[in-house]
Every structure is written in structure tokens, then in C-alpha cells.
RNA sequence: GGCGGCGUAGCUCAGUUGGUCAGAGCAGAGGAAUCAUAAUCCUUUUGUCAGGGGUUCGAAUCCCUUCGCCGCUACCA
């Protein structure tokens, strides 16, 4: 066990985004998560520290296998494009990863075979396997030749096939989690493994309480994986296969030097999105350990955002591609603007119109109007140089004690992955910068010919301008060194380094400033609109008669019940209504005998999805009123005939 | 049903351990200024801090409870 041997070098981050599913295309919420990686990595580059920043693409599973066959090539040629759409993405948001890594790298899968060797061949502390074999059952369709979860089911069939699928059991390996779960639960309660934010320590803590099942690593009927080195008829199963890609990236599988540099010499950031926090925060921790390697430093959840109120959904048709953001605000503002809407680490929504917003207020008027109106008043006044300042004054002073004190707390908020506090922070410094603009009014300055004065004020301002630039760096990365190149900096310094530039004054008098350009030029209603996308908004818990009627009603008759075997509250009905005949599961033996049910006239929801229930299929709904502890079957005032429809 | 989270100005949200905590930004209104990307700066309206109860000298902040929303989960369907 080697949590101990942790003991992290100061200053070295391995940073790492989900890897994602090839099967996807590149959408905002991929961007999102990358986007915010890419800050926080610049952020520790820009304080000079190691930083290796690792994204990458998931490319096994028979979903991928299945689609490259639909489009008629390989599943590696499917990926490769595929896996290209990312980097490209990546590019156009000036991502600035360190390695790509893909789970269909020769490098990769050989990482995953000595994980995999090393967990076959290791003991948990009762000297038991930790790998097992087992079986594992659930619904397989043939027609697939692949196992389908229940939520894949349309109307109880497999989409694709139209078959239902069949129950069918298949010997697979097992992680025998359940040994590692008291450690591991220890060190996420006592921080070890750190999960921010709070909220999110908490429902992995809760996890624990609900109990937690040894999971399956293999898949026999899976093609298109990674094979088991003890037992070449199966395939990783997707977790210990897309998991491992965090060490594979950095050499557990060929370099160890370089492996052990960066996990156990480094501090370990996972950022992650919420849907997959049991994997990260829980099994990961634990294959780690069962390998005796060291466990995550910090698991960062970030949230998940609705676009205009709306949950984002391919079915929806709302998923946002970010080329669209990028052809309207640019790259910069895209990631800038991505990162503001919301604090990071909760769910958010994203409103086109907030977009626009901010784009204007912050980025147009406050931040890039600053930059144009002082290097112009400069331009004018001393022909292009940056002045010497003179005599501070109070005035300066302040501003010069805010801006230092600036880049004291943003780092801060950086520390904690409080991106949104941290931006907001540089923000409220450029506000600060242009009240004292105001106040001091430069113009009236140059009007009165008090040049001395004029000299320390422009001077000031620009100073804080180039704090700004560094501070901005990480977020808008490309602006910022345009901005820094206005400021008279040459090709080496366009990248700035708080260790060179963290004290005032190291922006030299004399040094010529560039041609001036709107950093960020505002959005005219015209541009709003062109890009516009809103949609008439629906009211909200109102549905329309179209809607209504797609619900299929019908009076129906009991023919007999039962109770579910093993089950305290259900019953299984059949009923009957025109000319068929279905069974179904209701959740009401508490207050219904199964003997006073037949013959009952009920009102049965004909069309909804099939479920199965204690593994009984129930095909209908019927229509009960409750309160509080009280349950009432509703029926029909006069007799008809079942099979009426209700409308 | 269980577990967890959330509910603070029109909007997006800050409010560590209870005592200038009733705030910021945006939007709205009025004004100043004119260097600047018609940008900036100043002033300003609205809040039973979801409702109720309790602990306390004192609660948005702790406890109980109700309501609403969201997520996961279950023998909901």
C-alpha cells in the first residue's frame, strides 16, 4: 500500500479531463470541462510550475465496433476520424494539452495489460484474489450480439432490432471492490483523496452507505478492447480500460522514471463531470490501491448545464457545438464566457442572451475598452512610449496595492479551483482601473499641460493593464498576448511568467506600444441576432392537447391478481380491455387484497414504455389517487365496456 | 420510499466557524463626463434571505418541520 509514499514534490501538477467517447462529437459540455482544464494548467504553467496536462479519447466498446461497421470501415479507422474531431476542437479553443492519449494507442493498451496482470495477480489484505471470476447476467440482444441495459429499451425492445432482448448470464471477472472500500471511504473522509466541491464529498460518502458492488472488468461477447492477458477470450470491460489511460499517458506501462515522476512525484487533478463520480471518486481509488499505486489528490466535479432552461440532448436538438460559439465571440471569449456563466462545480443553464450580455459588459466595454482608451491616450500624448511615472500619489498607491494584491488572491482562488472566483477577481481589478482613469481624467490633465502628472497617471494605467494581461493569460490566452504585444512586449514575453512580472513596475518606460485594435469589439444587435437561436419558449408544466393525446387511456378489467413473490407492495394484475388482454405490476398490495381486485373495473394508461418490475414485465399503468398514506383505485361512474377509450 | 443537494433583489449568484450580512455583477431609473469599442464614472428602486416553529442577548447562517425544484437509488409505474 503505498498511500504513504506520496509525499508530493511542491509545484507539480498532472491535470486531466474525462477522456471522451468517440462515439460523440465534440459538443459545449466536452469544451466546458477541457476549457477549464486548459485554465487551470496555464494558471500553474504561468507560476512556473511542472505541469503536465492530459486529455484524450475513450475509443473501445462494441457502440464504436457497431458504428464503424454501419459506416462500413474499420473501428479503428472510425476512430482515428473521430478522435481527430476532438483535437481539432481542441485547437480552435487553443487547448494546450501536453498528450492526447487514446485508448486504441499500442501504449495504452499495454499499460492496461500490466494494470491488468498486476490486479490478477494481487491479494487484498485477507489474502484473497482480487480478481475473481463470476458471472454476470443481464439483457442480451442477439441481434446485436451484445448486452443492453434496460434504459436502451424502446417499449421493451431493442431499439436497433426490434427484438426484446433475452436474460443471459456470461462468466466475467470481477474487482473485488469490496476490500477496498473502508480505505478508500478513510481517505476520502479525511481528505487524502480531496473531492471538491463539499457537496460532492458528501454524495460520494453517501455512495458508501447505499452499499457498493464488486463490478465487472470483462466483457466476453465485447470484440472491439482491450484483451485479458490470463484469459484471451474476454475484453476489458470499459472502466479498467478508460480509467487506466490517467497512468498510461505518463508511463505506467514503459516508462517508469516518467510514470512515477508525474503520479507520485506530482499533485494529481481529476476534473470530472458528475455522471461519472462513482468511477472516479470510488473505483479508480480503489483499482489504484489494489495495484499499489497512490490515489488521486483531487477530484474536482464540475456541474452540468441546461442550455435556455432546457436539459441538452441530442433527442432535443439543442446540444450546442461549440464551432458556432467560436464563429460569434471567437475562441477567447468562448472559453471566457463558458467559464462565467456559472460557478464552477455547480449545474447552470446557459442563455444565449447572458452570452451576448456578458460578452458586452465585461469583455467589450470594461476590459477592452480600458486597454483602447489609455493606449490611446498615450499614443497621443507621448508619441507611442510608455511615460515614466513621477510622483506617486495616493491615488496610484491604492491601485498599485489592489493590483498586487490582485494577483495574490486570484492565485488563491486558482489553488481551490474556484475559477469563477478567480476571474471575477481580475474583473473587478480592470473596474478598479477605469474608476481610476476616471478620477484622475488623464485628458483634463494633458488639456491643463500638467505633463508630470499626466506621466504617472498613463504610466499607472498601463502598468495595471500588463498585470491584468498576465493575469488574463490562462483564460483568454491569444488576447492577452495580443494586448501584451500593444504594451510594446516582444515575442518572448508575449507568454508571461509571475515570477519575472508578480512587482510593480515592470513595464519599461520609453518601450514603443503597437498599433491599437479593439481587443474584444462589441456585438451590435445586427451580429446578435444573426447568430441567434431562441425558440419560443414552452410554458412551463403546460402541455397541449397534441401532447394529451398521445397518452392512451382506457377503461379496463381486472381478470385476476397476485401478489409478487418476495414483494411487500406490489401486485401482479391481469387485465383486460376490447379484445386484449396484458399483465401488469401495480404498487398497491397494501391497500388492496388480490381476491377484491378481480372483476374491478380500472383505468388502465395503455401506451407507456414497458418495465420490468421484480422481473416482471408489466405493460400499462393503472390509475390510482393518493395521499399521504391513503390509496384509492380510480374506476368509471356508470358500467361500459372495457377497451373505452378516455379522452 | 431511501440518500444527497438546492430554494438570498427582475436575472446570475457572494454571503468560512451565528453578532454592520442584507450584498456584487447584469438589467431598470436619474445624473456626470467626453480620453475611449455610443464605451466609462457616480447615484438610485425592488428583497417577510421559500413558509412555519425552536435554540440564543442576537440567525440567511444552528435544530425541527412544511412546501417547491433537482440528482442518484429502490420491491413507483
Redesign the pocket.
Known amino acids: 500500500m503505498s498511500i504513504s509514499e506520496g509525499e508530493n514534490v511542491k509545484g507539480r501538477y498532472l491535470i486531466t479531463t474525462p477522456i471522451y467517447y468517440v462515439n460523440d462529437k465534440p459538443h459545449i459540455g466536452h469544451a466546458y470541462t477541457t476549457i477549464a482544464a486548459d485554465v487551470l494548467s496555464r494558471f500553474h504553467r504561468l507560476k512556473g510550475e511542472q505541469t503536465f496536462f492530459l486529455t484524450g479519447t475513450d475509443e473501445h466498446g462494441s457502440k464504436v465496433a457497431e458504428a464503424a461497421e454501419k459506416a462500413g470501415i474499420s473501428p479503428q479507422q472510425l476512430c482515428d476520424k473521430n478522435s481527430q474531431f476532438f483535437r481539432n476542437a481542441w485547437q480552435e479553443l487553443n487547448i494546450s494539452y501536453d498528450y492526447f492519449v487514446r485508448t486504441t494507442d499500442q501504449r495504452h493498451i499495454q499499460a492496461v495489460t500490466v494494470l491488468l496482470n498486476k490486479l490478477f495477480s494481487a491479494k487484498d489484505q485477507k489474502g484473497e484474489k482480487v480478481v475473481y471470476s463470476g458471472e454476470y447476467s443481464g439483457l442480451y440482444c442477439v441481434g446485436c450480439e451484445k448486452f443492453i441495459t434496460e434504459k436502451d429499451l424502446v417499449d421493451g425492445l431493442c431499439p436497433s432490432h426490434l427484438k426484446p432482448p433475452q436474460s443471459l448470464t456470461e462468466k466475467n471477472y470481477f474487482f473485488r471492490l469490496s476490500s477496498y472500500l473502508p480505505l478508500v471511504q478513510k481517505l476520502i473522509s479525511e481528505d487524502k483523496i480531496r473531492i471538491l466541491p463539499e457537496?460532492k464529498k458528501?454524495?460520494t460518502l453517501?455512495l458508501f452507505?447505499?452499499g457498493l458492488e464488486d463490478f465487472s472488468i470483462s466483457r466476453e461477447k465485447v470484440t472491439w478492447g482491450v484483451t485479458l492477458p490470463f484469459d484471451p477470450s474476454q475484453k476489458a470491460y470499459v472502466w479498467v480500460d478508460a480509467l487506466p489511460n490517467y497512468i498510461s499517458a505518463i508511463g505506467y506501462g514503459d516508462n517508469p522514471e516518467e510514470f512515477k515522476k508525474w503520479w507520485s512525484g506530482g499533485k494529481v487533478i481529476h476534473l470530472i463531470g458528475?455522471d461519472i463520480l462513482k468511477f472516479h471518486n470510488i473505483y479508480w481509488p480503489a483499482m489504484l490501491l489494489a495495484a499499489g499505486e497512490k490515489t488521486p489528490d483531487l477530484l474536482f466535479v464540475h456541474g452540468y448545464f441546461t442550455v435556455d432552461g432546457q436539459k441538452m440532448g441530442k433527442s432535443l436538438g439543442n446540444v450546442i457545438d461549440p464551432h458556432r460559439l467560436i464563429e460569434k465571440y471567437g475562441s477567447d471569449a468562448t472559453r471566457y464566457l463558458l467559464l462565467t456563466?456559472?460557478?464552477f462545480g455547480?449545474?447552470?443553464?446557459i442563455q444565449e442572451k447572458?452570452l451576448e450580455?456578458k460578452y458586452n459588459?465585461d469583455l467589450?466595454?470594461?476590459?477592452?475598452?480600458l486597454?483602447?482608451?489609455v493606449l490611446?491616450?498615450i499614443k497621443?500624448n507621448f508619441s507611442g512610449e510608455i511615460p515614466e511615472p513621477e510622483d506617486y500619489q495616493k491615488e496610484e498607491k491604492e491601485l498599485q496595492a489592489q493590483a498586487v494584491d490582485t494577483v495574490r488572491k486570484v492565485f488563491d482562488y486558482i489553488e481551490e479551483i474556484s475559477i469563477n472566483q478567480g476571474i471575477d477577481e481580475i474583473l473587478k481589478l480592470v473596474?478598479l482601473t477605469?474608476?481610476y482613469?476616471?478620477?484622475t481624467?488623464p485628458?483634463?490633465l494633458a488639456k491643463a499641460g500638467d505633463k508630470s502628472r499626466l506621466r504617472t497617471v498613463l504610466y499607472t494605467s498601463a502598468e495595471t493593464i500588463r498585470v491584468i494581461s498576465l493575469l488574463f493569460y490562462p483564460v483568454i490566452p491569444q488576447k492577452a498576448s495580443k494586448l501584451r504585444e500593444t504594451l510594446g512586449f516582444k515575442e518572448k514575453e508575449l507568454i508571461p511568467s509571475l515570477e519575472k512580472e508578480k512587482d510593480w513596475g515592470y513595464l519599461k518606460p520609453g518601450t514603443k506600444i503597437g498599433e491599437i485594435t479593439?481587443?474584444?469589439?462589441?456585438l451590435s444587435e445586427k451580429e446578435k441576432k444573426a447568430v441567434e437561436i431562441s425558440k419560443e419558449k414552452k410554458m412551463e408544466n403546460q402541455i397541449s392537447i397534441e401532447e394529451f393525446a398521445k397518452l392512451d387511456f382506457r377503461v379496463a378489467k381486472v381478470l385476476e391478481a397476485e401478489r409478487v413473490e418476495?414483494?411487500?407492495?406490489?401486485l401482479k394484475l391481469k387485465v383486460e380491455f376490447g379484445e386484449e388482454k396484458r399483465e401488469?405490476?401495480?404498487?398497491?398490495a397494501e391497500h388492496y387484497k388480490p381476491e377484491d381486485l378481480s372483476g374491478k373495473t380500472i383505468i388502465l394508461?395503455t401506451n407507456?414504455?414497458p418495465?420490468r418490475?421484480?422481473g416482471i414485465e408489466?405493460n400499462?399503468?393503472?390509475l390510482a389517487a393518493s395521499e399521504g398514506g391513503n390509496l384509492v383505485l380510480l374506476t368509471t361512474d356508470k358500467e361500459i365496456n372495457p377497451g373505452a377509450k378516455i379522452s
Open positions: 457537496e458528501n454524495e453517501g452507505k447505499q458528475k456563466q456559472f460557478p455547480q449545474d447552470g443553464d447572458r450580455n459588459s467589450a466595454n470594461d476590459f477592452g475598452n486597454a483602447s482608451r490611446k491616450l497621443e473596474r477605469n474608476r482613469v476616471d478620477k481624467a485628458w483634463n479593439a481587443l474584444f469589439p462589441r418476495g414483494a411487500k407492495k406490489l401488469i405490476v401495480a404498487g398497491i394508461l407507456l414504455k418495465a418490475i421484480r408489466s400499462g399503468m393503472l
